[in-house]
């Protein structure tokens, strides 16, 4: 009598469970979108960004305290009608300044509300260091529109001065060719 292998009469099969795989790609599907979402720049679409030859592309937003300049609402409105709509219903009458918070909520400052937006930036730049990140990397971001007159944006980096910022970004576009 031949005698049979152990082998032919247990066969065994293997099989792999994905289930390990699908959570562990989730994990980390989530893990990208949470910090993505901590980094990027508010843009206010009321702000016309001017061009620049020789702009280049942010490549960490991180430390960036976001301040737009607006346009007077008339230039505004008769540049970008719809611009000025959505600004007309986020800010109130005579906003020159606006920020958004930890909510992503926008808020707007008038030109009698430099302290306050100078507080504004202070509070950001003292959350920004419990975070740990260091002083000489938190910059004032100022998107400031093409059409908003120079003094607005002085004001804004006489704030960010004042509450403690040194390093200015200033927000553009590249150059239409």
């Known amino acids: 009598m031949a005698k049979k292998s152990a082998r032919s009469e247990e066969e065994v099969k293997a099989e792999s469970d994905p289930s390990p795989m ?9 893990f990208f979108i949470v910090n993505a979402a901590q980094i990027t720049v ?7 960004m001017p061009n620049a030859v ?12 976001v301040v737009n300049v607006f346009a007077d609402p008339d230039v505004m409105g008769s540049k970008n ?5 959505k600004f007309n219903k986020t800010y109130a009458p005579g906003t020159i300044w606006g920020v958004a918070d930890s909510n992503q909520d926008s808020i707007g400052y008038n ?6 937006l100078t ?34 944006s002085s004001g ?7 509450a403690g910022v040194s390093n ?8 239409e060719n």
Do not use: H
Request: net charge negative; glycine share 6%; with cysteine.
């Open 54 to 65: 020789s702009a280049s592309e942010m490549k960490d937003a991180n430390g960036c305290i």
């Open 22 to 30: 699908i959570d562990c790609c989730f994990l980390l599907l989530m």
């Open 119 to 152: 507080d504004y930036i202070k509070q950001q730049r003292e959350s920004m260091e419990s975070k740990g990140i260091k002083p000489e990397m938190i910059r004032l971001y100022l998107r400031g529109d093409a059409d908003a007159p120079w003094d607005r």
């Open 42 to 48: 508010s843009k206010d679409p009321s702000v016309n």
């Open 81 to 85: 009608p719809a611009a000025l709509e």
């Open 168 to 175: 200015i970004v200033f927000g553009t576009l590249p150059a």
């Open 111 to 116: 030109s009698g509300q430099l302290q306050e």
């Open 156 to 162: 804004a980096i006489r704030a960010a001065a004042a």
